[in-house]
């Protein structure tokens, strides 16, 4: 069983720019997470999709948007980037909003210079 | 204010000397407490979910417990590929997303 991929691995991007990340959740798993984590402030979350609607966000500026997709698939884009957005964005999969058995990629390394 | 305390930050441990990690949360209703094991470079590995105070759950050598203020995860005679970052994570009632502690970083001495 394929678990969750994520791409690109590693990005680097300069200040101003925009960025798009990807998410291929597992096969059958309809909530995708997203995730910041830096050394500073451990994993936060930014926000959920379920069957392409965003159920909740997190405490993040409006720069950070995503979508999710008919077959589950989401994106996450971070536009007019800021060097503080340098972080390890990740992604989670689950069946449904419980959160049992959340399975996370492992990541897009985003470094803003 | 809700928060989710893990201690201690880093923890050496000599192969064979068992221990716990501890994680302390002050949160208006629990809905689920996540455990977490994280590898450098990796995303979070899942490792338990428990509900409810009294709950217990085991695997291999690790053993997580629950009570209404704190959660322990107990290793049990740790071999060196039990060094990781260690992240628990709580659901309240009302919330759809998960909240993290800082984790505890781990390792294990042969």
């Known amino acids: 069983k394929a678990g969750v991929t994520q791409t690109p691995r590693y990005l680097i991007k300069t200040r101003g720019q925009q960025v798009t990340l990807s998410c291929s959740p597992i096969?059958?798993?309809?909530?995708v997470s997203w995730y910041q984590q830096t050394p500073g402030q451990g994993l936060q979350f930014l926000f959920e999709?379920?069957?392409?609607?965003?159920?909740n966000k997190g405490n993040f500026p409006g720069r950070f948007s995503g979508r999710q997709f008919s077959n589950s698939r989401s994106e996450m884009n971070v536009s007019t980037l800021e060097l503080g957005d340098s972080a390890l964005y990740l992604c989670?999969?689950?069946?449904?909003?419980?959160?049992?058995?959340?399975?996370f990629g492992p990541g897009t390394r985003l470094t803003v210079l | 204010e809700d928060q989710v305390t893990q201690s201690p930050e880093a923890l050496r441990l000599q192969e064979g000397e068992s221990s716990s990690l501890n994680c302390s949360y002050t949160?208006?209703?629990?809905?689920?407490l996540f455990w977490y094991r994280q590898d450098p470079g990796k995303g979070p590995e899942f490792l338990f979910t428990?509900?409810?105070a009294g709950e217990e759950k085991e695997k291999e050598r690790l053993k997580a417990t629950l009570t209404k203020k704190e959660s322990f995860l107990h290793i049990t005679a740790p071999k060196p590929e039990d060094s990781a970052t260690y992240l628990c994570a709580v659901l309240k009632t009302g919330a759809n997303n998960l909240f993290f502690g800082t984790g505890t970083r781990l390792t294990v001495i042969p």
């Open positions: 949160v208006s209703g629990l809905r689920g």
């Open positions: 428990l509900y409810s």
């Open positions: 989670a999969s689950s069946r449904d909003h419980s959160y049992n058995e959340q399975f």
């Open positions: 999709y379920f069957s392409e609607t965003q159920r």
């Open positions: 096969s059958g798993h309809r909530s």
